[in-house]
């Protein structure tokens, strides 16, 4: 398997009319782990759904490509099954088909027909990871996502991801509403994945979740734009002295979209 | 000796066939009233299903002479044999039953209607009492039903097995007529399935099904019910049980026709403490119009009912839900509650949904919920965010929406049959 590559240039996205994203540059690698912060109201999750392509952001200007596939000519089932993942902030509930179908289903159309995966050899490693993500078991039955507590579909993200091996993951705000046991589950989650064939975005607003996932390269959105980026370095700076420093430095008042625009 | 009536031509041939055909003189007699009422009863008027520009006269007096070949038609709903009793019944004529005779034993009948009136005239009394005949169409079928299924379960029998009926109607202009009794004593306990299907090539049909069930004293009945009728047949059922004291009834509906059909099923919660529920799930294609009620009628105090529909529309089809709770005075401590859902996949398919409360009772407990929409976009973006291609995620979503409402179909076979039906009309 050659190395992923997602790549994004000079991208603006709209959501209703409305700019959101104001020309986004960013490159994320096999073997890199790469974390946007910023405030809330910044853009963050705008660029997360988008790369993803649900339907309600529209690309106004700009490109981005998977392995140098365009990624917009793509519907969103083929960019997941060219290895795009998107572990999504609210997961939605779905009746009528268990998780253990579903992502069984999801696996074997990532897998191609004629090279499905065994069923019980299927359910043994779902058992396995279930286990590593301290999901409970009967969990794999129940219908997809309903009834989960936010946590638990948090967790069941992530388990999803494991399960499906994406080439390039993004991660949006998966820490919010978790308490420290579950951030450092889901955080074993992603390093477990870590290696030359899996890169990932990591979408957060708060630092702790970077202490368990090292990221090789940090960006600060501010305005629908990527603002700073660094190395680890820049998440102590930010952790010491918060956003107002760099506001300042970069001449912003509002950080949120539309504002100074 | 035989009286002289003054009767139209209509009611005269229907004294004359069904007189050929070995009915009793009373039942005869019964038909003929039908017949004559039915001619000045207005047809019924259901607000937005306009049966004045249907074809109400595909029908005749006599029934077809003998059934078509049915096997093609009955055989989905049939399924493998697990031995349960089974009656199939096409174009009037039963053609096949199986594991019937096993039941005497028990006290139990379970037989063709016709027959049950000739053999068993003091176990049918309750014929035409449950479903009056207050409308053209009712009084139409009381007067020509050709066949149907009687149960008859004694006081304390529990039945495991579930009985079966299935029905199909091979040849067109005729009309379709079949009538079904449940009886059902005290403390007894049965379940009945019914399913309905029509050739799918056929001219103008009328069909009038009528289903009347009476639940005794702690007696428990569940009913389940499909019709998968073509699209020229206009169709309009009515199933409806009498409730006594602490006695149960759980009616299960599924749709899935092309044609123009009117459904109303539910149960009359007479005695204290009867409870009823009321699932349906229809699939509109085409250009299907689907017009279900629900209707449930609390006399008794401490009843309990719950409806339970859900639609999935499609291409150009139409769906009306109504789910009617009717609470009378004097019915303290009665709890009515229901749900309509429907989904739209086409933007051309239509659906509306009216939820009634009637309520003349202080001391009561009604709860409604009704909605008509599209597939989440959400859902449908996140299902598809893992790999999934679309066509199968909304097949995942509208499966998850009826799914709720198929598993309670009591017999695997049927649920089987059923599910079939819905894969096909989503394809």
């Known amino acids: 398997m050659s190395i992923p590559e997602l790549k994004i240039s000079g991208l603006r996205v709209a959501v209703d009319h409305k700019e959101i994203l104001r020309g986004v540059d960013l490159a994320v690698r096999g073997g890199e782990i790469h974390a946007v912060m910023g405030p ?18 529209e690309v106004t200007a700009g490109e981005a490509s ?9 519907g969103v089932d083929e960019r997941a099954l060219k290895g795009l993942f998107l572990a999504m902030q609210y997961p939605s509930e779905v009746s009528g088909v268990s998780n253990a179908n579903f992502m069984r289903i999801a696996l074997n159309a990532r897998r191609g027909e004629g090279n499905e995966v065994p069923v019980l050899k299927f359910h043994r490693e779902l058992k396995e990871k279930m286990k590593s993500l301290s999901i409970d078991e009967t969990f794999a039955e129940r219908y997809l996502n309903e009834g989960f507590s936010g946590g638990e579909k948090k967790r069941n993200e992530i388990l999803q991801m494991t399960v499906l091996r994406p080439r390039i993951a993004i991660l949006d705000e998966i820490d919010s509403g978790l308490d420290i046991d579950a951030l450092r589950i889901v955080a074993d989650g992603v390093n477990g994945l870590r290696g030359p064939e899996f890169g990932a975005l990591i979408i957060t607003h708060y630092q702790r979740l970077l202490e368990y996932i090292h990221p090789d390269f940090v960006h600060v959105m501010m305005q629908g734009r990527i603002v700073r980026s660094g190395g680890r370095e820049l998440v102590e700076q930010l952790e010491a002295r918060g956003y107002d420093w760099l506001k300042e430095e970069l001449g912003i008042a509002d950080e949120t979209v539309g504002a100074g625009a | 000796m035989s009286v002289v009536q003054d009767v139209s031509t209509f009611a005269g041939s229907v ?5 050929d055909a070995g009915d009793s ?7 003929v009233d039908a017949a004559v009422r039915s001619e000045a009863l207005p047809v019924p008027k259901y607000e937005r299903s306009d049966l004045a520009r249907r074809n109400l006269a595909a029908y005749s007096v006599a029934g077809p002479e003998r059934a078509g070949d049915w096997r093609a038609l009955a055989e989905p709903f049939i399924g493998a044999d697990d031995g349960h009793p089974l009656l199939v019944i096409a174009d009037g004529h039963v053609v096949l039953t199986r594991g019937l005779e096993g039941l005497s034993g028990q006290g139990v009948v379970f037989t063709s209607l016709r027959g049950a009136v000739r053999e068993h005239a003091d176990l049918t009394r309750s014929l035409g009492t449950v479903v009056p005949s207050d409308d053209r169409l009712l009084a139409l079928n009381a007067a020509l039903w050709r066949d149907g299924a009687f149960v008859f379960v004694p006081k304390g029998v529990r039945m495991e097995r579930p009985l079966q009926l299935v029905h199909v109607t091979t040849t067109a202009g005729h009309g379709t007529f079949p009538r079904n009794l449940i009886v059902a004593e005290a403390d007894s306990q049965v379940t009945f399935l019914d399913a309905y299907a029509s050739a ?10 009528v289903t009347e069930v009476t639940v005794g004293r702690g007696a428990r009945v569940k009913a389940g019910t499909v019709q998968d009728f073509s699209r020229s ?8 049980a009498a409730v006594d004291a602490a006695g149960e009834m759980d009616w299960v509906t599924g749709e899935t026709g092309d044609g123009f059909g009117i459904v109303e099923f539910g149960s009359e919660l007479d005695g204290e403490g009867g409870r009823s529920s009321a699932h349906a799930i229809a699939i509109g294609t085409g250009r299907a119009h689907l017009d279900l009620t629900a209707r449930m009628v609390h006399a008794g105090r401490h009843t309990t009912s719950d409806i339970s529909a859900r639609g999935v529309m499609q291409d150009r089809a139409n769906a009306v839900y109504r789910g009617l709770t009717v609470i009378k005075k004097d019915a303290h401590d ?21 939820p009634m409360l009637l309520i003349d009772e202080n001391d009561v407990k009604c709860g409604h919920a009704a909605s008509v929409g599209q597939i989440n976009p959400d859902q449908l973006f996140y299902l598809m965010s893992r790999g999934v291609s679309e066509r199968a995620a909304k097949r995942m979503i509208v499966w998850g929406f009826i799914d709720p409402v198929l598993a309670e179909l009591p017999i695997d076979a049927v649920r089987t049959a059923m599910e079939k039906v819905v894969e096909r009309k989503l394809a």
């Open chain 1, 40 to 57: 809330n109201g910044t853009g963050k999750s705008t660029l997360a759904s988008t790369l993803m392509g649900h339907p309600k952001y």
């Open chain 2, 15 to 19: 004294r004359d066939c069904f007189t």
């Open chain 2, 25 to 31: 003189q009373s039942l005869v007699q019964d038909r």
């Open chain 1, 66 to 74: 998977l392995d140098g596939e365009d990624l917009f000519a793509m």
């Open chain 2, 200 to 209: 799918g090539d056929l001219p103008d049909e009328l069909c009038v099904a």
């Open chain 2, 233 to 240: 047949v206009t169709s309009v059922a009515v199933r409806r």
């Open chain 2, 334 to 354: 009665a709890n009515g509650s229901q749900t309509e859902k429907l989904l739209m996949l086409s933007p051309k398919s239509r659906a509306v949904a009216i």
